[in-house]
Nanobody, 125 residues
């Protein structure tokens, strides 16, 4: 059974930083793309960042480019999202996800089959 567990969310002032973690079990972590998505109240879930299984390739939404960094440690089966220069509009529940298909590099929400429970990030102005 695949499990993704996010942690690291919280309340932070605008301009601050947070580091989210996504711990995976039940899949061959080093064979799967990992992505972060977020969902704000009343909005649809949106793509934030993705990283390939080899850690070489990353891709970001324009709204977070230059402020967020995605990374992973395949030896620890864990992915991370370092968020700097946070803005109130970054407030959302953040989810990590993985496609069930290995070696599949995509940002499409509907291609992700495994999801964590989410972690709340709140940025105050």
């Amino acid at each position: 059974q695949v499990q993704l567990v996010e942690s690291g969310g919280g309340l932070v002032q605008a301009g601050g930083s947070l580091r989210l973690s996504c711990a995976a079990s039940g899949l061959t972590f080093s064979s799967h793309t990992i992505a972060w998505f977020r969902q704000a109240p009343g909005k649809e879930r949106e793509f934030v960042a993705r990283i390939s299984w080899t850690e070489v390739s990353t891709y970001y939404a324009d709204s977070v480019k230059g402020r967020f960094t995605i990374s992973r440690n395949n030896a620890k089966n864990t992915a991370y999202l370092q968020m700097n220069s946070l803005k109130p509009e970054d407030t959302a529940v953040y989810y990590c996800g993985a496609p069930s298909r290995p070696y599949y590099y995509t940002s499409a929400n509907d291609k992700y089959d495994y999801w964590g429970q989410g972690t709340q990030v709140t940025v105050s102005s």
